[in-house]
């Protein structure tokens, strides 16, 4: 089965720091690799993806993320952290199944950053 | 262009009823998925859909239950209400380009308090 493991549940970085959000996976397959932000009381947003190609995969917002398959690791990093980074970050990878293109996203349990002025 | 747009958004229900939550999805997306948020958790999978059909269920009971209209929109249901079931509801929409990667774009969800 599909899953991925946020093993920081919070991250504390100050402002214009360099900041990690640690991601590792397991799959079957070639893996389809996602990072979302969560703000307060409101929905997810898309950061970026991993599908295939370069393992740096550039997103929103200055984010970035590095694919490792030999540590089937795929950590969210940006240069410079800003106080408004401040949000709830969430790493899922795509479970396909069938012949019929059913497919759902397994989350991991969130890594809650701070950034601090 | 407008993204996912969900209502409503916030509602309290008692146990035992029922509620319909509703879901607009991105133009041009035909497939809508639903997810369950838990406060202190990732979302849970609950439905899948596309063209209409429904493609994948999530480890959920027969009380949820959805369906698409035509023009791609959805509804989920849940009937007989618990005090579990209080949970933001997320509802996504995503491309039918395989090659974007299936990406699922998220709404604002709906926050369900069951008392």
């Known amino acids: 089965a599909q899953s991925v493991a946020q093993p920081e549940d919070q991250v504390n970085v100050a402002e214009g720091n360099p900041l990690t959000v640690k991601c590792t996976y397991s799959v079957s397959g070639n893996p389809y690799l996602f990072w979302y932000v969560q703000y307060p009381n409101r929905g997810l947003q898309f950061l970026l993806k991993y599908i295939t190609g370069d393992n740096l995969v550039k997103g929103s917002y200055g984010f970035e993320a590095e694919f490792n398959k030999s540590q089937t690791s795929f950590h969210l990093k940006k240069p410079s952290a800003l106080v408004s980074d401040s949000a709830l970050y969430f790493c899922?990878?795509?479970?396909?199944?069938?012949?019929?293109?059913?497919?759902?996203?397994?989350f991991g349990t969130g890594t809650r950053l701070k950034v601090l002025a | 262009d407008a993204g996912v747009t969900q209502s409503p958004t916030h509602l309290i229900k008692t146990r035992g009823q029922h509620v319909t939550l509703r879901c607009s999805p991105i133009s041009g997306h035909k497939s809508v998925s639903w997810y369950q948020q838990v406060l202190g958790q990732g979302p849970q999978f609950i439905f899948q859909?596309?063209?209409?059909?429904?493609?994948g269920r999530g480890n959920f009971p027969d009380r949820f239950s959805a369906r698409q209209f035509p023009n791609y929109s959805s509804e989920l249901n849940v009937n007989a209400l618990l005090l579990g079931d209080s949970a933001l509801y997320l509802c996504?929409?995503?491309?039918?380009?395989?090659?974007?990667?299936?990406?699922?774009?998220f709404g604002e969800g709906s926050w369900l308090t069951v008392v």
């Open positions: 996504a929409s995503s491309s039918p380009d395989r090659g974007s990667g299936n990406t699922i774009y």
């Open positions: 859909y596309y063209e209409k059909e429904e493609r």
């Open positions: 899922a990878v795509r479970d396909m199944w069938g012949t019929s293109g059913t497919y759902k996203y397994i």
